[in-house]
């Protein structure tokens, strides 16, 4: 397995660099504010690859509704290789950069990527969630660190002792659910139980639109 501390190869200071940054934003999580039953419009957003660019896209939805309000996107060159736990080094600026562009406001924030259930509690939707100061969840549908206790449903997923997400096993789809920022972990719970715990459609709307626009390039 190749060392955390070497990137295409090569011993690379950046690795430390991003640690340190990962550990100094975690500091600034705040742990409530949204609450689920005042959510009604969300901003989903999603990022996908062709080499060295990549392809965002946000979309806005009512989840009143179940419409799509607006979209964004935008084609953006990144300078850092994917390496588990570091995602936000590669996918946090073309993300920031393109919701810089919205210029809607919106409830909650969707990334399809862990946030607090991360080795340092800071996973990309908490490091984004922080540097919008926006309510965020981080959804992923695969398991980055923690155990998770099985059950029926709703499998809490722990590190160290500490309650950091939920697994959530509906119509044989499982994705993982953790706080970004500024939304407690029960109300994360609440919003999704609002949708009968259904992985959110905008999340799945805008990974097609991301894909789509990759293969438009």
């Known amino acids: ?35 689920a039953r005042n959510i009604r419009v969300t901003l989903a957003v999603d990022a996908s690859y062709v080499d060295k660019y990549a392809f965002t896209c946000a979309l806005m939805y009512d989840i009143r509704s179940g419409q799509i309000i607006r979209k964004w996107k935008m084609k953006t060159e990144v300078y850092f290789p994917y390496i588990p736990g570091y995602l936000f ?45 926006k309510p965020t969840i981080g959804i992923a549908k695969s398991l980055l660190v923690g155990s998770v206790e099985k059950r029926k449903g709703l499998s ?14 509906m119509n044989k789809m499982s994705y993982y659910v953790s706080q970004g920022n500024m939304i407690s972990l029960e109300e994360s719970l609440r919003f999704l139980k609002r949708r009968g715990y259904e992985y959110p459609e905008e999340l799945r709307l805008v990974d097609l639109e991301t894909k789509k626009f990759r293969s438009g390039s």
């Open 1 to 35: 397995m190749k060392s955390i501390d070497v990137v295409e190869g090569r011993p690379s200071p950046l690795i430390p660099f991003a640690r340190q940054l990962q550990l100094r934003l975690r500091d600034l999580f705040v742990d409530s504010g949204a609450e």
């Open 156 to 169: 809490p997923v722990t590190l160290d002792g500490e309650l950091l997400g939920y697994r959530i096993d």
């Open 89 to 133: 080094m590669r996918e946090a600026p073309p993300i920031i950069k393109l919701l810089s562009r919205v210029d809607t406001d919106y409830d909650l924030l969707l990334i399809d990527a862990h946030g607090r259930l991360h080795p340092r509690r800071a996973g990309l939707a908490t490091v984004v969630g922080i540097l919008m100061k």
